[in-house]
């Protein structure tokens, strides 16, 4: 948690298990994918162009 802290932008990918995280972060993305598909989606987030 402390990494995703000292970004400016942060992602966090979805997880398969139902433990929810909690973080405050100002400009926190949060994926509604899980694996390769959620980092994909978070990277398109914020990058602004579709990854395959």
Known sequence: MALLKAT????LIR????HPVEIEHPSLYRTQTAG???W???MEHW??????
């Open 40 to 42: 994909a989606e978070g």
């Open 36 to 38: 390769p598909r959620g």
């Open 47 to 52: 990058l602004g162009k579709e990854l395959s």
């Open 8 to 11: 400016d932008a942060a992602v």
């Open 15 to 18: 997880g398969v298990h139902s």
